[in-house]
């Protein structure tokens, strides 16, 4: 069994940090925006009451906006610390007069806005929240809906172009629903992190009708996750973007999103998109899911019919080290994937346990199951295990393009209509074990070449494992002709790995995959698969009544890993969260400088 994690005895620092925080909730104030002048319901515009409202606030009140509709004619500022809460989506209803700019813009660090709805009543809005230089916030159960006008968003973070200094960073929008956002504009879009907006969380958000797509980062906004959102009408007047992080959004986490069209993932690295689900029964979209990038991960997902292609690997930029497992594709109307190498090509990845199925026939296209085409560039390196290519209206795979070093083996390439596998282009194949049968053509290309051995890829872990445990993979893979040059993991939660050993702790109990793929240094690879059962932590020791602040007896570098929850975003916690979150900055900045790593 794992060893628990010891208990920390708090220091008196951090316990005067707590009487800090709970003192800045019992002496925060509410304000009403009514007490200062807003009517509900009436013909009046309510922005200088609203503003009044929040000038006679300081960082940790609560400027509150009661039941009713509440005219706004133009944008309304947000200080630092501010929480400006409303009644709930369905009650309080703040609506736009104004003639252009940004609805609510938040002009400070640590800003809650959440339980209330910006209406902008069709006319044009830049933005229904925009924020810039800060950091901190919590965005949650708003609705933004109505925004007419050219390139019009529902929440917008961004720093400085193209310096990418000044971001919006470490901050949450959950909850929210967006939409009808500037549906004539080929700009119009949902939620957009851009210029070093780093670090934000979007979570469980509803975006419904745009001109161009639903969430967005761009430009060197890294860290970014996206769990767990549903976006439907995405691209009404342009291009159909479900999700996008394109321009060096490294290390991005896409999770278990229901989309109508396009998960993109261009130029942004060591990135996961895991249990996405990309379907749309009314109407067709260019793409499922397309990868640009290196070292990434994309498993589970499902793209179910309206896209012309499933997956897509393309474009100038060098493409390698990608792992696809358990995807399936079904129904589209040109390919089921297609890798088309262009400028630097496409190079090493791992197919394992992919079906791709019942791609139609079209006035354009011919239904080809998996597709390898070229731009002037080549593929090398590619592995097949384990794949279903089946029930498509052409070939099953089809190596229209140039291709070399392939290796194929244990995949199902059945009832396809015309050939199941075309003929071979390269001089490198090793193809054994596979079915091909009930196809317009069964045959099979001829093993040949390859003098180079595949490596074995192999690693050890925990079997077991309770939540927030920190484990370690050990990678233990080999290649008796040569070296590892190069190792991709999937760990089942959290972004792909590059590491020869990394560690994790696991958020949420369950049981998790973990799959590592070692290339050789010629570009022949390996895949080594475990499973780890993570378990519930034990319930917590109870935290001690913090006692009347004393002058500190003891370092107070001496006892360290005390950690405060503030409670969830997606909630409002209660807690004067503005200040109580720059209370708590402050405090870890001066108590912890030795917490442990995994904090």
Same mark, same amino acid.
């Given at each position: 069994?794992?060893?628990?994690?010891?208990?920390?005895?708090?220091?008196?620092?951090?316990?005067?940090?707590?009487?800090?925080?709970?003192?800045?909730?019992?002496?925060?104030?509410?304000?009403?925006?009514?007490?200062?002048?807003?009517?509900?319901?009436?013909?009046?515009?309510?922005? %200088?009451?609203?503003?009044?409202?929040?000038?006679?606030?300081?960082?940790?009140?609560?400027?509150?906006?009661?039941?009713?509709?509440?005219?706004?004619?133009?944008?309304?500022?947000?200080? %630092?610390?501010?929480?400006?809460?409303?009644?709930?989506?369905?009650?309080?209803?703040?609506?736009?007069?104004?003639?252009?700019?940004?609805?609510?813009?938040?002009?400070?660090?640590?800003? @809650?806005?959440?339980?209330?709805?910006?209406?902008?009543?069709?006319?044009?809005?830049?933005?229904?929240?925009?924020?810039?230089?800060?950091?901190?916030?919590?965005?949650?159960?708003?609705?933004?809906?109505?925004? %007419?006008?050219?390139?019009?968003?529902?929440?917008?973070?961004?720093?400085?172009?193209?310096?990418?200094?000044?971001?919006?960073?470490?901050?949450?929008?959950?909850?929210?629903?967006?939409?009808?956002?500037?549906?004539?504009?080929?700009?119009?879009?949902?939620?957009?992190?851009?210029?070093?907006?780093?670090?934000?969380?979007?979570?469980?958000?509803?975006?419904?009708?745009?001109?161009?797509?639903?969430?967005?980062?761009?430009?060197?906004?890294?860290?970014?996750?996206?769990?767990?959102?549903?976006?439907?009408?995405?691209?009404?007047?342009?291009?159909?973007?479900?999700?996008?992080?394109?321009?060096?959004?490294?290390?991005?986490?896409?999770?278990?999103?229901?989309?109508?069209?396009?998960?993109?993932?261009?130029?942004?690295?060591?990135?996961?998109?895991?249990?996405?689900?990309?379907? +749309?029964?009314?109407?067709?979209?260019?793409?499922?899911?397309?990868?640009?990038?290196?070292?990434?991960?994309?498993?589970?997902?499902?793209?179910?019919?309206?896209?012309?292609?499933?997956?897509?690997?393309?474009?100038?930029?060098?493409?390698?080290?990608?792992?696809?497992?358990?995807?399936?594709?079904?129904?589209?109307?040109?390919?089921?994937?297609?890798?088309?190498? @262009?400028?630097?090509?496409?190079?090493?990845?791992?197919?394992?346990?992919?079906?791709?199925?019942?791609?139609?026939v079209t006035a354009m296209y011919t239904g080809r199951g998996f597709l390898f085409n070229s731009g002037g560039a080549k593929t090398t390196s590619v592995v097949f295990e384990a794949n279903e290519f089946s029930g498509n209206r052409d070939h099953g795979i089809d190596w229209l393009g140039d291709a070399d070093q392939v290796t194929a083996f244990g995949n199902r390439?059945?009832?396809?209509?015309?050939?199941?596998?075309?003929?071979? &282009?390269?001089?490198?194949?090793?193809?054994?074990?596979?079915?091909?049968?009930?196809?317009? +053509?069964?045959?099979? &290309?001829?093993?040949?070449?390859?003098?180079?051995?595949? &490596?074995?890829?192999?690693?050890?872990?925990?079997?077991?494992?309770?939540?927030?445990?920190?484990?370690?993979?050990?990678?233990?893979?080999?290649?008796?002709?040569?070296?590892?040059?190069?190792?991709?993991?999937?760990?089942?939660?959290?972004?792909?790995?590059?590491?020869?050993?990394?560690?994790?702790?696991?958020?949420?109990?369950?049981?998790?995959?973990?799959?590592?793929?070692?290339?050789?240094?010629?570009?022949?690879?390996?895949?080594?698969?475990?499973?780890?059962?993570?378990?519930?932590? &034990?319930?917590?020791?109870?935290?001690?009544?913090? @006692?009347?602040?004393?002058?500190?007896?003891?370092?107070?570098?001496?006892?360290?890993?005390?950690?405060?929850?503030?409670?969830?975003?997606?909630?409002?916690?209660?807690?004067?969260?503005?200040?109580?979150?720059?209370?708590?900055?402050?405090?870890?900045?001066?108590?912890?400088?030795?917490?442990? %790593?995994?904090?």
């Open positions: 069994m794992p060893t628990p994690s010891p208990i920390r005895r708090p220091t008196r620092l951090a316990l005067l940090c707590l009487s800090l925080a709970f003192a800045a909730q019992a002496s925060a104030a509410t304000i009403d925006i009514r007490s200062h002048g807003a009517v509900p319901d009436d013909a009046t515009d309510d922005a %200088a009451a609203i503003r009044r409202a929040i000038a006679a606030a300081t960082a940790g009140d609560a400027v509150t906006i009661p039941a009713g509709r509440f005219l706004v004619s133009g944008a309304i500022g947000i200080p %630092a610390g501010i929480r400006f809460l409303g009644a709930g989506q369905a009650a309080s209803r703040l609506v736009w007069t104004g003639g252009g700019g940004d609805f609510l813009t938040i002009q400070g660090n640590a800003v @809650e806005i959440a339980a209330l709805t910006l209406d902008g009543a069709g006319r044009a809005v830049n933005t229904g929240i925009f924020a810039y230089s800060s950091r901190g916030h919590s965005i949650h159960h708003v609705t933004i809906q109505d925004i %007419a006008g050219d390139g019009g968003l529902g929440i917008r973070f961004t720093g400085d172009a193209p310096s990418a200094a000044n971001g919006v960073t470490d901050s949450t929008i959950a909850d929210c629903t967006i939409r009808n956002i500037a549906l004539a504009s080929e700009w119009g879009g949902g939620i957009r992190m851009s210029w070093g907006s780093s670090r934000n969380r979007v979570l469980r958000n509803i975006v419904d009708g745009t001109g161009r797509g639903g969430i967005f980062g761009n430009d060197d906004s890294t860290d970014l996750v996206v769990i767990g959102n549903t976006v439907t009408r995405s691209g009404l007047a342009s291009t159909r973007l479900g999700i996008e992080l394109w321009g060096r959004c490294h290390r991005g986490l896409i999770e278990d999103n229901r989309i109508d069209h396009w998960l993109s993932l261009d130029s942004s690295d060591f990135s996961a998109l895991r249990r996405n689900t990309v379907a +749309d029964p009314t109407g067709w979209g260019f793409l499922g899911l397309e990868v640009i990038a290196q070292d990434v991960v994309v498993v589970d997902n499902l793209v179910d019919g309206g896209q012309d292609i499933g997956i897509s690997i393309s474009n100038h930029a060098a493409n390698k080290h990608m792992f696809f497992g358990s995807n399936t594709v079904r129904g589209m109307r040109a390919f089921g994937a297609q890798m088309y190498a @262009e400028g630097d090509g496409i190079s090493r990845l791992y197919f394992y346990k992919n079906r791709i199925l019942d791609t139609q390439i059945t009832n396809n209509t015309a050939v199941g596998v075309t003929g071979y &282009p390269g001089v490198d194949l090793d193809w054994h074990d596979n079915v091909v049968s009930g196809n317009g +053509d069964n045959g099979q &290309p001829t093993p040949r070449g390859y003098a180079n051995r595949a &490596p074995v890829a192999s690693f050890t872990c925990p079997a077991t494992a309770t939540v927030g445990q920190t484990i370690t993979c050990t990678g233990m893979s080999t290649d008796t002709d040569g070296s590892i040059s190069h190792v991709l993991w999937d760990l089942g939660a959290g972004i792909a790995r590059i590491e020869t050993s990394p560690a994790i702790a696991y958020q949420a109990a369950g049981t998790y995959r973990i799959t590592l793929i070692a290339w050789d240094d010629r570009g022949r690879a390996a895949r080594a698969e475990r499973s780890i059962v993570v378990g519930s932590a &034990p319930p917590p020791t109870p935290t001690p009544t913090p @006692e009347s602040p004393k002058a500190p007896s003891e370092d107070p570098d001496s006892a360290t890993d005390v950690a405060a929850d503030t409670g969830s975003p997606s909630t409002g916690c209660g807690l004067g969260a503005g200040l109580v979150a720059l209370i708590a900055l402050a405090c870890a900045r001066g108590g912890n400088r030795r917490a442990s %790593a995994d904090q």
